[in-house]
């Protein structure tokens, strides 16, 4: 392993008032200013090129150090770490992340280290690419360029999700976001969010990617297993909770979200899609599956816009 200090890259503590879960990435990078303000083109597409070239702290086991004990486990072969332990009466933040004996170096201008705890009864799940940023996932070419050359700053939030967001967080909500978008991204989606002012919340992101894997167009063996494995842990570690899935039809949101109604019906209240593309076929599942999960006392709302007087099982 290099001598160089390692980085966390991305880091969230998220309590459900028994248990702690902390999930985040580390690996070495030579770039130091990754906070994504003020940077020029140049300066955004030298930063995410740098990003990809970085060296996975892959397969080590590290510590992490609250302020009141600690617990060890394993980086995966891609430098992400997830973990699960017991919450301790007065366990507050992390205070240190340690690889080999060796501090993390935190980049506090993009997480915070307190452990977060979730009091409402209702969860938010939003995607991000073209549900609260427009990525322009359906056009390669300019998916490249929005995201290479495009200043954080520049970049433009949906304007009919942004809205639903605030309007259900003002609500009581509790937001998190769980993205196809690679831990490469982090600080660039973490900025976003911050600078446009959305509610803060978990941010949930793919295995990291080479430089090499992105020019060769190597692609994930299965697209939806991020996704579907990240929904699985989180209904299972909030079984009380209800759960609002936000996303659009780009990719295969609408699949994976009918795919977690199927298997956790008590847990789902609202499936909301985001019509970015026209596609007969999601009208024709729409059309479909909305009585369907009606009767299951689950709501389906699919289109450009949506509507206010959401209820809430709270």
């Known amino acids: 392993m290099s001598q160089r200090q390692p980085i966390l890259l991305s880091l969230y503590a998220l309590s459900n008032g028994e248990k702690v879960m902390v999930f985040g990435h580390i690996t070495h990078s030579f770039i130091k200013d990754l906070s994504f303000t003020g940077f020029s083109s140049f300066k955004t ?6 990003l990809y070239r970085t060296r996975f702290v892959a397969e080590q086991p590290i510590e992490i150090i609250f302020n009141t004990g600690e617990v060890i486990t394993t980086t995966d072969i891609k430098g992400s770490f997830y973990v699960t332990t017991d919450l301790v009466i007065g366990q507050q933040n992390i205070i240190d992340i340690r690889v080999a004996g060796v501090s993390v170096i935190f980049l506090k201008e993009l997480y915070d280290l307190e452990i977060h705890t979730f ?28 995201l290479m050359f495009t200043a954080m700053e520049k970049r433009i939030a949906v304007e009919p999700t942004m809205k ?10 509790a937001p998190m976001y769980l993205s196809n978008s690679e831990q490469n991204l982090y600080p660039l989606i973490s900025r976003f969010l911050k600078h446009n002012n959305f509610p803060k919340g978990p941010l949930f992101l793919k295995e990291m990617r080479k430089l090499r894997d992105v020019l060769l167009g190597k692609k994930y063996p299965i697209k939806e297993l991020h996704k579907l494995t990240t929904l699985n842990q989180l209904i ?16 295969h949101d609408l699949d994976i979200y009918l795919r977690m109604a199927e298997k956790f019906p008590d847990n789902i209240q609202y499936i909301i899609i ?41």
Not at 125 to 130: H, L, R
């Open 45 to 50: 597409f030298f930063t995410l090129f740098s």
């Open 274 to 314: 985001l019509k970015v593309i026209n596609r007969q076929a999601d009208d024709e599942v729409v059309a479909y599956q909305t009585k369907a999960l009606q009767a299951q006392g689950i709501g389906l709302y699919y289109g450009k816009e949506f509507p206010t007087n959401f209820e809430l099982n709270e």
């Open 164 to 173: 639903l967001i605030h309007d259900l967080c003002n609500k009581g909500v």
């Open 119 to 146: 009091h409402s009864n209702t969860i938010l799940i939003s995607d991000i690419d073209d549900t609260v940023i427009h990525s322009y996932i359906s056009n390669s070419f300019s998916k490249f360029l929005t």
């Open 236 to 251: 299972r570690f909030c079984p009380t909770n209800k759960f609002i899935l936000v996303g659009d039809n780009t990719q």
